[in-house]
């Protein structure tokens, strides 16, 4: 059986958003493990002599949050994808009113997660970013991220990694 054409939209937005969030989970993952496990997010740099240090972060939790809260939507829309896959190609079943009013509750709960999220993320990094060039080492945190951090080894792409979470949350 051919889908509606709505349905085919619907499945795309859902591989769409499963995509997004996945890869915003993990950038912010792979962000703060090269803080060895410190979360940036709001945090404060240091000059420690010719080179820069994550003088305090945020609590690890919040960054937690912020991966968690895209992780559970990459999740959820990756499980409606299958399942209407399964449901309107294999089963040839519909969608009755009450599992489309339960559909869109949780929709709603999980965008309202991922706006907070976004938020977060976006004025956390932007905090960090004018921690940063306030030090007047650079002028922006795209060339931080060439500095030398202590200990070696840390802050590896951090910039590119959050600004690239911030893109996949679309904000």
Known sequence: MALPWLQRVELVLFAAAFLCGALAAATLTRTQGSFSGRCPLYGVAALN????ALASGSAPSLCYFVAGASGL?????LLLLLFWVYSSCIEDTQRGRIGLRIALAISAI???????SACVLRFGTSSLCNSITSLNRTISCSEAQKIPWTP?????HFYSNLHNAEVRFGI
């Open 49 to 52: 002599r010719s080179s820069l």
């Open 73 to 77: 939507l990459a999740l959820y829309c």
């Open 110 to 116: 999980a965008i309202f997660l991922v706006l907070v």
């Open 152 to 156: 070696p080894g840390t802050a590896l």
